[in-house]
């Protein structure tokens, strides 16, 4: 069975300031938004890294924690000072790595299993 061709494009988060900018803009125009934090050194992040979709109509945004340490603190007051009332709870610590965040809408939801993340990505 042909696997099913992804709908994403690869965009890079250097800093904190841009990741902050990405989060409120896709809240403010209500769309779902991918988040896969990474690094350099692990083999499923290697992999994942590797195999990264192009050529979607959807952003994917990557994270590599050396590039901003404090992603998830981001992406929650990001959030926060969009909707306050939103819980961020899911957002509270670093499971493992490869780690997806999608912000539908507003609300987040964390995909942290290695099997999953490429479930959702295509991959």
Known sequence: MPRAKNNFR????RN??????????NIS????SHYLITNQWDKPCEFF?????EGGDSDLNVIDIFDV????????TS???QRETISTACLS???QLPMLVVIHKSFPRVVNYNGSVGAELGI
């Open 10 to 13: 690869t965009n890079r988060i």
């Open 16 to 25: 904190s300031k841009h990741l902050s900018s990405v989060v409120k803009n």
């Open 29 to 32: 125009e209500k769309k779902t």
């Open 49 to 53: 890294n590797r195999n990264l979709p």
């Open 69 to 76: 340490p404090n992603c998830l603190d981001v992406i929650r």
């Open 79 to 81: 959030i926060k000072e």
């Open 93 to 95: 610590n670093y499971t």
